[in-house]
T-cell receptor, first 114, second 116 residues
Framework: QQQVKQSPQSLIVQKGGISIINCAYE??????FPWYQQFPGKGPALLIAIRPDVSEKKEGRFTISFNKSAKQFSLHIMDSQPGDSATYFC?????????????FGTGTRLLVSP | NAGVTQTPKFQVLKTGQSMTLQCAQD?????MSWYRQDPGMGLRLIHYSVGAGITDQGEVPNGYNVSRSTTEDFPLRLLSAAPSQTSVYFC???????????????FGQGTRLTVV
């Protein structure tokens, strides 16, 4: 049962373009939505995260857009660079206390062409 | 270097063998977790711990054991390796307070395990 659906599976963007990765969730109890970046042979690294009380969060060239009614959220990478080429995972968790289990999407492999 | 350290980086096992994947963190984090990453399936939680002496099962615990005798260490044991356990294993840690408690803040570099 895939609780967080991520698309596309792979993406090729030209240098300077905008990369957009989408995720949809089913469980309305989810209240924390992080994104991770993973380079080959490395562990995932936390990139940016959002709560559903805001519709957008921006950190540098990375922006999360959140649509609570549609149960969707997306990662936008502005001015994409070859160094952004990596696999990106969305995730979701719920709860404000204790250990919050994460549900991960299946990942998007991004290639930014020079 | 501060962070999460996993050993070994690579391992080949024969079916039925047992082994322990090591994980250590030096950030005094209460919460530690083990995930497996398989192609097309994202990361799935195997076991987690909320402090020394306290562990619990995640989504895919069968075939794995954990213990947490200290805050720093959280080893994962494969009792009798099977080809289905061929995967990349990641250990993660996070604090138990503040924003970082909501998600995995630090991952190790992973252990690539092949069971033949």
């Amino acid at each position: 049962q895939q609780q967080v659906k991520q698309s596309p599976q792979s993406l090729i963007v030209q240098k300077g373009g905008i990369s957009i990765i989408n995720c949809a969730y089913e469980n309305t109890a989810f209240d924390y939505f992080p994104w991770y970046q993973q380079f080959p042979g490395k562990g995932p690294a936390l990139l940016i995260a959002i709560r559903p009380d805001v519709s957008e969060k921006k950190e540098g060239r990375f922006t999360i857009s959140f649509n609570k009614s549609a149960k969707q959220f997306s990662l936008h990478i502005m001015d994409s660079q070859p160094g952004d080429s990596a696999t990106y995972f969305c995730a979701a968790s719920r709860g404000r206390t204790g250990f919050q289990k994460l549900v991960f999407g299946t990942g998007t492999r991004l290639l930014v062409s020079p | 270097n501060a962070g999460v350290t996993q050993t070994p980086k690579f391992q080949v096992l024969k079916t039925g063998q047992s082994m322990t994947l090591q994980c250590a963190q030096d950030m005094n984090h209460e919460y530690m977790s083990w995930y497996r990453q398989d192609p097309g399936m994202g990361l799935r939680l195997i076991h987690y711990s909320v402090g020394a002496g306290i562990t619990d099962q995640g989504e895919v615990p069968n075939g794995y054991n954990v213990s947490r005798s200290t805050t720093e260490d959280f080893p994962l044991r494969l009792l009798s390796a099977a080809p289905s356990q061929t995967s990349v294993y990641f250990c993660a840690s996070r604090g138990s307070q503040g924003p970082q408690m909501n998600t995995e803040a630090f991952f190790g570099q992973g252990t690539r395990l092949t069971v033949v």
